[in-house]
């Protein structure tokens, strides 16, 4: 079946960076965008933007950039977020999720969640 | 602020109808489809309603949805217990290029 498994739950300290996996299985990698979305806790979604995982073309949401980076590894079917320069309220459960039919928001499946915690 | 506006609550007894309302704009819901997600409690979210109205398989036909214009609506008939959950509903922003939610809604089985 088609599934999403994340990387475990990462603590950082604030400065730091953060590298989330997301491996799939189930379906061809390469032919879903792969989206990711985070949410602080107690609070809702925010989308932080997709790669193509075929070409490694991204777009961020405009929140995000310069800060977010999302890669991908086709010869393991893995995508990546990286988050630097991590603050406190960076802290979120961050989930990646597959795009069903480009542009449509259709999200299915979703990760089941990393939690990233930013603490001194 | 979410682009996307939610009620932050609902509530209902079982087996009555609860409505959810999603409020929009041209460069959202106006010219995108609208898709519903569901959150129980600790977990991921998990898609509901995609394509305004269209139900994946599995999800039981006590959940429909719908768009008129800027606005969408998620209903829930029968109530059921389990059905105590946050709700999210989300659009592509063609404006902002980008992925907009709602702020959630907390639904509440009496």
């Known amino acids: 079946q088609v599934q999403l498994v994340q990387s475990g739950a990462e603590v950082k300290k604030p400065g730091a960076s953060v590298k989330v996996s997301c491996k799939a299985s189930g379906y061809t990698f390469t032919g879903y965008y792969m989206h990711w979305v985070r949410q602080a806790p107690g609070q809702g979604l925010e989308w932080m933007g997709w790669i193509n995982p075929n070409s490694g073309g991204t777009n961020y949401a405009q929140k995000f950039q310069g800060w977010v980076t999302m890669t991908r590894d086709t010869s393991i079917s893995t995508a990546y977020m990286e988050l630097s320069r991590l603050r406190s309220d960076d802290t979120a459960v961050y989930y990646c999720?597959?795009?069903?039919?480009?542009?449509?928001?259709?999200?299915?499946?979703w990760g089941q969640g990393t939690l990233v915690t930013v603490s001194s | 602020q979410s682009v996307l506006t939610q009620p932050p609550s609902a509530s209902g007894t079982p087996g009555q109808r609860v409505t959810i309302s999603c409020s929009g704009s041209?460069?959202?819901?106006?010219?995108?489809?609208v898709n519903w997600y569901q959150q129980l409690p600790g977990t991921a979210p998990k898609l509901l309603i995609y394509?305004?109205?269209q139900r994946p398989s599995g999800v039981p036909d006590r959940f429909s949805g719908s768009k008129s214009g800027t606005s969408a609506s998620l209903a829930i008939s029968g109530l059921q217990s389990e059905d105590e959950a946050d709700y999210y509903c989300a659009a592509w922003d063609d404006s902002l290029n980008a992925v907009v939610f709602g702020g959630g809604t907390k639904l509440t089985v009496l």
């Open positions: 999720a597959r795009e069903v039919v480009a542009a449509t928001t259709r999200f299915d499946p």
């Open positions: 394509s305004n109205n």
């Open positions: 041209s460069s959202n819901i106006g010219s995108n489809t």
